[in-house]
């Protein structure tokens, strides 16, 4: 299957900056891209899906002038944690979508835990 | 409103039986329906999927069941391995890349 890097795999920042987290498809280019949440014991919440090139689409709720997305290329997305606090601590995955030849895949990598002071 | 539900929050099952873990969806427009594996500190793992066409798909020992007219799929494990342990993910789509997952079953499988 296809393989998905994000970087760094955990984080410890100070309430109040900023923490940019890198994802990228290593083996196939990636045309949309998901970042996904995760608090301790719950579901996997879609935060926002971009597309390459173009801005990126919020679920309802995110605010998306805290949580800035880029997509700039086909293996990159990057997701900045702006102003942060700690309610924002969470484990936060990234996924790509990609041709793959199976119906709307989804690569995920293997997340990244931040942790706000 | 979730539209995908794990309604059993843990299941534990002893070595070399079945597991079966349920998900419910509400969404008819859903024609895509996948299983993923979790480990805690890491991305989900792809198990296996099955397309609204079919209502049964099977790759070793695990299967999975789609019930179209009860909004209902279920995924079969058998034999079931202590390596099995960890929390179980369904998610479904509808037509595009974007996935809904459901809340998780925390499978526990006893030696």
């Known amino acids: 299957g296809a393989v998905v890097s994000q970087h760094p795999s955990w984080v410890i920042c100070k309430s109040g900056t900023s923490v940019k987290i890198e994802c990228r498809s290593l083996?196939?280019?990636?045309?949309?891209m998901f970042w996904y949440r995760q608090f301790p014991k719950q579901s996997l919440m879609l935060m926002a899906t971009?597309?390459?090139?173009?801005?990126?689409?919020?679920e309802q709720g995110v605010e998306k002038d805290k949580f800035l997305i880029n997509h700039a290329s086909l293996t990159l997305s990057t997701l900045t944690v702006t102003s942060a606090h700690p309610e924002d601590s969470s484990f936060y995955i990234c996924?790509?979508?990609?041709?793959?030849?199976?119906?709307?895949?989804?690569?995920f990598g293997p997340g990244t835990r931040l942790t706000v002071l | 409103d979730q539209q995908v539900k794990q309604n059993s929050p843990s299941l534990s099952v002893q070595e070399g039986r079945i597991s079966i873990l349920n998900c419910d969806y509400t969404n008819s427009m859903f024609d895509y329906f996948l299983w993923y594996k979790k480990y805690p500190a890491e991305g989900p793992t792809f198990l296996i999927s099955?397309?609204?066409?079919?209502d049964k798909n099977e790759d070793g020992r695990f299967t999975v069941f789609l019930n179209k007219s009860a909004k209902h799929l279920s995924l079969h494990i058998v034999p079931s391995q202590p390596g099995d342990s960890a929390v179980y993910f369904c998610a479904a789509s509808s037509g595009t890349y974007k996935y809904i997952f459901g809340t998780g079953t925390r499978l526990k499988v006893l030696a």
């Open positions: 996924s790509a979508g990609g041709t793959s030849g199976r119906y709307n895949e989804q690569f």
């Open positions: 083996d196939f280019q990636a045309t949309t």
């Open positions: 971009s597309n390459e090139g173009s801005k990126a689409t919020y």
């Open positions: 099955i397309s609204s066409i079919k």
